[in-house]
């Protein structure tokens, strides 16, 4: 089945930094989705983008299919950005999400 | 977007009992999935529910551990049985909604599991 890495799997931030966060799969994909689980376990959907560019406030996420890889772009961070990101594919044959291992973000005040 | 309900959102139950877990969606939807967290793992899918058949399990789980049943479009539930410390996770309901050539996934709040 396809592979989704995501890097890093760790990183701590002050507030106020930005970062970016990658996800590689290793075969072509019908949907990318980025979620954030919250402390409380909540998978949170961030984006759906399979290719292209989407901005939404602080967070903007770029999906180039053709080289197989997304970049999650969290600027201006925020203590409430805590928690892991999770990148997940549908690889063209499948039918349902396969996840990578998810980046543990830490914010510090 | 797809509003997801669980319940219950959380127990602790004994070694060798079963805990069935609800799944309710506010629309029909066609693909209707469950998926398991370890602690500070990634999620694994356990299986696809379909409606009116058998679900279908991924490689690792198997229908007398885990079984499932899905009467309809909107509700599905999930059965751990004879449970252990090992299956002691957050139990998560999923949802796609499809138009054309969109199909994004949504997830439920999760059923948080602790077996003592």
């Known amino acids: 089945g396809i592979q989704v890495e995501q890097s890093p799997p760790d990183l701590i931030l002050q507030e106020g930094a930005n970062s970016t966060l990658r996800c590689n799969f290793s075969?072509?994909?019908?949907?990318l989705q980025w979620f954030h689980q919250n402390p409380w376990g909540q998978l949170i959907n961030l984006f759906y983008i399979p290719s292209g560019t989407k901005q939404n406030g602080r967070l903007s996420a770029t999906t180039v299919a053709t080289e197989r890889y997304s970049l999650l772009y969290i600027s201006s961070s925020q203590t409430t950005d805590s928690g892991v990101y999770f990148c997940?594919?549908?690889?063209?044959?499948?039918?349902?999400?396969?996840f990578g291992e998810g980046t543990q973000l830490t914010v510090n005040p | 977007s797809a509003v997801i309900s669980q319940k219950p959102s959380r127990d602790i139950c004994q070694r060798g009992t079963s805990l069935t877990i609800q799944c309710q969606v506010d629309s029909q939807v066609t693909m209707m999935f469950w998926y398991r967290q370890q602690p500070g793992q990634s999620l694994t899918l356990i299986a696809t529910a379909n409606q009116g058949s058998e679900a279908t399990y991924e490689s690792g789980f198997v229908i007398d551990k885990f079984p499932i049943s899905r009467p309809n479009l909107t509700f599905s539930t999930l059965t751990v049985s004879n449970m252990s410390p090992e299956d002691s996770s957050i139990y998560l309901c999923?949802?796609?909604?499809?138009?054309?050539?969109?199909?994004?996934?949504?997830f439920g709040p999760g059923t948080r599991l602790t077996v003592l």
């Open positions: 999923s949802v796609t909604l499809m138009a054309g050539s969109y199909n994004e996934q949504f």
């Open positions: 997940a594919v549908v690889g063209t044959s499948g039918s349902r999400l396969t």
């Open positions: 075969d072509s994909v019908n949907n």
